[in-house]
C-alpha cells in the first residue's frame, strides 16, 4: 500500500493518530502539500463519497472523516499558507440568519477547504448585511448559503435580493444547500446551484471556478 494510500484509508477509518503520523511522513519524505492533500487526505474522501451517496454511511460518521482530514491539514497549514497565493479561488461561506445549525455548514468548509481553495466561514446565524459586506471585503468566486430549518429557507431569498441591489451578483456565483432544500426551490430564489450534500457542494465549487 503506498503512502498516499495508507493516509487515504486513515481518513476513512477517521483515525487521527494515523492521519496525522502519515502526512508528516511525505512532508519529511519531501512531497508537495497539495499533493498530500490531493492523493492522500482527499483520497480518504473519494472513498467515503460514493458510501455517503449510498446511503451505505451517515453524516456522522462522514464527519468523523472530514475531522480526521481536518487533523491532516492542520499538520500541513504552515507549508499550505507559504502557498496561498495559488489557492484556486475564494469561497464564502454562512448559515443564514435565524438559523443556528452548523454541522452540515462545518463539513462543507472543510471539504472545500481541502481541495485548495481559500474559504471564508461566516458562521451561523448570518444577516444578509453580512454576506453583502464579506463579498464587498473578500471578492469570492462562489457564494454557498446553508439552512437546516424550514422556517429559514426564506431567509435565503432575502440574502440574494440583497447582493443584487448591492450590484454584486454579477460578480458571484450562490449554491445553496440544507436538508428542506430541494433544486426548484433553488432555482425560484434565483440561486445558480442546489446541493444535496457537502461532497456535491464541494465537486460544484470546482467546476464553478474551473470555468472562470
Do not use: W
Request: charged residues 25%.
Amino acid at each position: 500500500m503506498s503512502d498516499f494510500n495508507k493516509l487515504a484509508q486513515a481518513v476513512f477509518e477517521g483515525d487521527f493518530d494515523a492521519v496525522k503520523t502519515v502526512t508528516q511522513e511525505l512532508i519529511d519524505a519531501g512531497v508537495e502539500p497539495m499533493q498530500i492533500v490531493d492523493k492522500g487526505l482527499l483520497g480518504g474522501m473519494e472513498i467515503v463519497a460514493p458510501k455517503f451517496k449510498a446511503g451505505e454511511m451517515f453524516i456522522p460518521e462522514v464527519m468523523l472523516c472530514a475531522k480526521a482530514l481536518g487533523e491532516g491539514l492542520k499538520v500541513l497549514k504552515p507549508l499550505l499558507e507559504e502557498g496561498a497565493s495559488s489557492a484556486k479561488g475564494t469561497f464564502l461561506m454562512g448559515t443564514v440568519k435565524g438559523d443556528l445549525h452548523d454541522i452540515g455548514k462545518n463539513l462543507v468548509v472543510m471539504l472545500v477547504e481541502s481541495g485548495g481553495f481559500n474559504v471564508v466561514d461566516l458562521g451561523i446565524d448570518v444577516p444578509a448585511e453580512k454576506f453583502v459586506e464579506a463579498i464587498k471585503e473578500h471578492k469570492p468566486a462562489v457564494v454557498g448559503l446553508c439552512a437546516l430549518l424550514t422556517t429559514t429557507m426564506t431567509e435565503m431569498q432575502v440574502v440574494i435580493d440583497s447582493i443584487k441591489e448591492a450590484g454584486l451578483r454579477d460578480n458571484v456565483k450562490i449554491l445553496v444547500g440544507g436538508a428542506p432544500l430541494y433544486p426548484e426551490f433553488a432555482e425560484k430564489i434565483g440561486a445558480d446551484g442546489y446541493c444535496p450534500d457537502a461532497i456535491a457542494c464541494k465537486e460544484m465549487v470546482a467546476e464553478i471556478v474551473a470555468k472562470k
